[in-house]
């Protein structure tokens, strides 16, 4: 099984950027979407952004215009870029990635604190 490490995270103030990566311990080819997904605290986990194997991209409204996600199949690593971040989107981030057979990875998770 392939084995999705997160990075990048960390505390920025707000109007800050971060880029988060992830990086599959095997091919990325074999997913047919990666993707970000985020919890706060007390909230349920969801969707922030995901890319297809050809390119199609789901954004969350709230996060449409600010985040950006990429894959670079050749370095099997996605990667989260994320400007203009709010205290609202401090959340544990979690790379994720559905296989052709419908199986999911999640990685271990990588902390995201906007505050001042």
């Known amino acids: 099984q392939v084995q999705l490490v997160e990075s990048g995270g960390g505390l920025v103030q707000p109007g800050g950027s971060l880029r988060l990566s992830c990086a599959a311990s095997?091919?990325?080819?074999?997913?047919?979407?990666m993707g970000w997904y985020r919890q706060a605290p007390g909230k349920q986990r969801e969707l922030v952004a995901t890319?297809?194997?050809?390119?199609?991209?789901n954004y969350a409204d709230s996060v449409k215009g600010r985040f950006t996600v990429s894959r670079d199949n050749a370095k099997n690593t996605v990667y989260l870029q994320m400007n203009s971040l709010k205290p609202e989107d401090t959340a544990v981030y979690y790379c994720?990635?559905?296989?052709?057979?419908?199986?999911?990875?999640w990685g271990q998770g990588t902390q995201v604190t906007v505050s001042s």
């Open positions: 890319m297809s194997s050809v390119g199609s991209t």
């Open positions: 994720n990635g559905r296989s052709y057979s419908g199986s999911y990875s």
């Open positions: 095997g091919t990325i080819s074999r997913f047919h979407t």
